[in-house]
């Protein structure tokens, strides 16, 4: 009996067509294909995009570590340039004598000609 089912299936099955096939018209496969393209082609070029974006971070990433030595250097000569500046000041404080002063010139040119005119034996007319 289970044969006589197996077999009765088999030859109905044989006879009747399955419905997984879909009848598509050319156009519109043809427009799926011509969609497919174009897809293809924008994910190439965005994909192309994307490779270029990575470079260009690449190079900022490169320039921003350049800056940030630059940044450094700078603070550093900024640093040794007030360095020297305190050891030119020292210098000029150290090299700053008491003769050097212009109250002690001007007292000193008083004292000075004072002494002439008496050395001299200057008179002034009356």
Do not use: C
């Amino acid at each position: 009996m289970k044969q006589l089912l197996v077999a009765l299936f088999l030859g109905v099955s044989s006879i009747i067509y399955s419905q997984d096939t879909l009848q598509i018209p050319a156009i519109e496969l043809e427009e799926f294909f011509l969609a497919l393209d174009t897809l293809r082609t924008q994910d190439s070029i965005k994909t192309q995009l994307i490779k270029d974006f990575e470079f260009q971070i690449a190079l900022h990433e490169r320039i921003e570590q350049q800056d940030s030595l630059i940044i450094l250097y700078k603070n550093q000569e900024i640093e040794l340039l007030n360095k020297q500046i305190q050891l030119h000041l020292n210098y000029i404080d150290r090299s700053d004598k008491w003769y050097k002063k212009p109250g002690i010139g001007v007292v000193g040119g008083f004292i000075g000609t004072l002494i002439l005119i008496h050395t001299i034996d200057y008179t002034l007319p009356n």
